[in-house]
């Protein structure tokens, strides 16, 4: 996932908007698109683990 955000953040800079932009304000939004990829993973994970343990005890 970090390699998606270092990918696309590099291809920001070359490319897009980030490339007019100073390389401080460039930074900050990587990473806060980065906390909000990794709030996701986590809320995703937890959802997950906590259907699959839902599942497992209501089976029984």
């Known amino acids: 996932?970090?390699?998606?955000v270092a990918a696309l953040m590099l291809l920001?800079?070359?490319l897009g908007t980030a490339a007019h932009v100073p390389a401080?304000?460039?930074l900050v939004?990587?990473?806060v698109v980065?906390?909000?990829l990794l709030v996701f993973a986590v809320r995703e994970r937890?959802?997950?683990h906590h259907?699959?343990?839902g599942r497992q005890e209501?089976?029984?």
Do not use: C, I, K, Y
């Open 1 to 4: 996932m970090l390699f998606l």
């Open 12 to 14: 920001g800079v070359l």
């Open 24 to 26: 401080p304000v460039t």
């Open 29 to 31: 939004g990587a990473a």
């Open 34 to 36: 980065a906390a909000w």
């Open 46 to 48: 937890t959802t997950r």
């Open 51 to 53: 259907r699959s343990a």
């Open 58 to 60: 209501g089976s029984s």
